[in-house]
């Protein structure tokens, strides 16, 4: 029999992970389904390894949420980001991974074969790329015509302001918010049966959402296992800013790696390193260090376990080094919209959200191992650590075909695009080692002049684009004088 509809969801948690689950389930649940949510204060802060920067699809993941993009840039520091800018990594590599639509298409061959034929360098033809530089910014417009509507656009972010904001929201009138401490958690046939507070109250429920970070209180109670692949240690510290930068900077270091992501105030600075290294991280610390941990890369083995599903870093924790740890947290998000079960047979929905998971943790990964798949990396702790998990079948296959021919592999679903791997592969230094011969029935000299026209028209648009912090000021202000807001 499939049972009883489902009537209840207590969400226990604290941080990022928890006010985006209560927000998202809040706004998009049945007003019938009754939502009890528990901020558990005790539980460890760790919401700095959700790095500082999101991509495209943040937009309208906040509209899911009740915000958007004016009220988050009012509300918190908050700015645009056209990607990150990578420096020194491994020593030796420095490249600007943009946020980008799909590339020209001339002649039915893509465009990095032309690139490939010229053995010219990509970056010059991205044109957030060229503003990231430049420190300026502007909306993509809808012209086609006009080179920057090829570009996208997330978002830098403190995980904190963004938290903050979300937990000022007003309660809906389906949600009853407390806080508490758990004192234990009842199982019964394999399934979380109530959740019992220090102050004596038994909350029970149809479902249970795990927002307790690297805690996993509620899942790990259950029959599944965490596994994890290595160990890092972080820091954050922040300093002024007066002119936000389009991009986050990421420098490489022996060490590990230190990133500067600009704010609307003030820039937050995360340092990267492997625990026995430490030492030598905070000798490049500049200031009063605001939060430092050591944390476990990892995942549990099953995200949805019985009636219970764990959400961020409650069933994944990944490196910030891309957006890949803001992806996974939104797409487990979505994953638990789509799946909220219907009756008390949850079967089929565990298994679905388990497998949708899996993939989206795989390819997560092999987009942020795939940035140590270079030759003579550093000889030190953290370097090796990463370079004893970077393989894979799936990065090996991307790997191969690209290296050989510029074929780009990709696989259903992926989070990252053609075009966040095509940059990424440039990035690298990765070369083909041929062109598509269809290429030898264009001569050389047209291929330079489009791509010349290609390079001056970015050239020209980022001469009109307005500095980063100053667009941001006037857009906030025309939306005041435009909508009182």
């Given at each position: 029999m499939s049972g009883p509809s489902l009537e209840s969801i207590l969400v226990c948690g604290r941080g990022l992970a928890f006010e985006i689950t209560l927000a998202a389930l809040a706004q998009n649940l049945p007003k019938s389904v009754k939502l009890t949510a528990i901020e558990i204060q005790s539980l460890p802060d760790h919401d700095v390894f959700y790095g500082n920067v999101t991509s495209p699809l943040a937009y309208e993941f906040l509209l899911r949420l009740g915000l958007d993009e004016p009220g988050v840039l009012k509300n918190t520091d908050t700015v645009f980001s056209y990607g990150t800018s990578y420096k020194n990594w491994a020593d030796k590599l420095s490249w600007t991974q943009v946020h980008h639509l799909a590339f020209p298409v001339w002649n039915n061959v893509q465009f990095h074969q032309y690139l490939r034929r010229l053995n010219a360098p990509l970056e010059p033809y991205l044109v957030n790329a060229a503003a990231g530089k430049e420190g300026v910014f502007a909306h993509p417009p809808n012209d086609a015509k006009i080179p920057l509507s090829r570009a996208e656009y997330g978002y830098q972010f403190?995980?904190?302001?963004?938290?903050?904001?979300?937990k000022q929201q007003p309660t809906p009138e389906n949600v009853t918010r407390d806080s508490g401490e758990i004192e234990d958690i009842i199982i019964q046939n394999g399934e979380i049966s109530s959740v019992i507070l220090e102050d004596g109250r038994d909350l029970s429920a149809d479902l249970f959402i795990d927002a307790t970070g690297i805690t996993g209180a509620l899942v790990s109670s259950l029959d599944t296992c965490a596994s994890v692949t290595r160990n890092l240690a972080m820091s954050e510290h922040l300093t002024p800013s007066t002119s936000p930068a389009s991009v986050r900077k990421v420098e490489g270091k022996t060490y590990g790696w230190?990133?500067?992501?600009?704010?609307?105030?003030?820039?937050?600075i995360l340092t990267v390193s492997a625990p026995e290294d430490i030492d030598r991280a905070k000798a490049d610390i500049s200031g009063d260090i605001h939060s430092e941990f050591t944390i476990a890369i990892g995942r549990q083995h099953q995200g949805w376990v019985g009636n219970c599903v764990s959400i961020g870093h409650a069933n994944t924790v990944i490196e910030p080094l891309t957006p890949a740890p803001m992806m996974m947290l939104q797409l487990d998000i979505e994953r638990l919209l789509?799946?909220?079960?219907v009756t008390a047979d949850m079967s089929v929905e565990?298994?679905?959200?388990?497998r949708l998971l899996d993939n989206d943790r795989e390819h997560c990964e092999m987009f942020n191992v795939a940035f140590f798949n270079i030759p003579q990396n550093p000889n030190t702790a953290y370097w090796a650590s990463a370079l004893s998990n970077a393989k894979s079948v799936k990065l090996t296959r991307k790997l191969t075909q690209f290296e050989s021919r510029g074929h780009l592999t990709a696989f259903d679903f992926e989070p990252f695009n053609e075009q966040d791997w095509t940059i990424l592969h440039f990035g690298l230094g990765r070369t083909p080692d041929r062109y598509d011969p269809f290429i030898d029935n264009v001569s050389e000299a047209t291929i330079r002049g489009q791509l010349d026209q290609l390079q001056s028209g970015i050239e020209q648009i980022v001469k009109k684009m307005p500095p980063h912090g100053r667009y941001i000021e006037n857009f906030l202000n025309y939306l005041e004088r435009k909508h009182g807001r």
């Open positions: 403190r995980p904190q302001s963004l938290y903050a904001l979300l230190q990133s500067v992501t600009s704010l609307q105030n003030h820039n937050s789509s799946l909220i079960p565990q298994q679905e959200f388990n």
